[in-house]
């Protein structure tokens, strides 16, 4: 069963905050492939909403990598997932 995503207001400030870093400092494929791999991420948990490790400080929450800089965390519960945060791999 395909599960809903939902986003907090944190992750989607984090989106944007990521999208301008790279509109700002990258090019415009990169912009796109960064926004590719994170559709297809999300496709992807919606079907396997388990495939994220879980967070070593936080049982509940779970993570996996969109691009090896930039990692997803959300949760998961009976009929949605919930994306927490979007952040660098480099941050903890």
């Known amino acids: ?21 790279i509109q700002t400092n990258w090019t415009t494929e990169i912009l796109n492939k960064f926004q590719r791999r994170l559709e297809l991420k999300i496709k992807l948990l919606q079907h396997q909403p388990n495939i994220g490790y879980k967070s070593s400080k936080y049982s509940r929450f779970r993570q996996t990598l969109i691009t090896k800089r930039y990692k997803l965390i959300y949760s998961v519960n009976r009929n949605h997932i919930v994306i927490l945060r979007l952040k660098h791999t480099s941050m903890q």
Request: hydrophobic share 50%; aromatic share 20%; glycine share 0%.
């Open 1 to 21: 069963m395909e599960k809903e995503i939902v986003w907090t207001a944190i992750a989607q400030k984090d989106f944007w905050e990521i999208i301008h870093y």
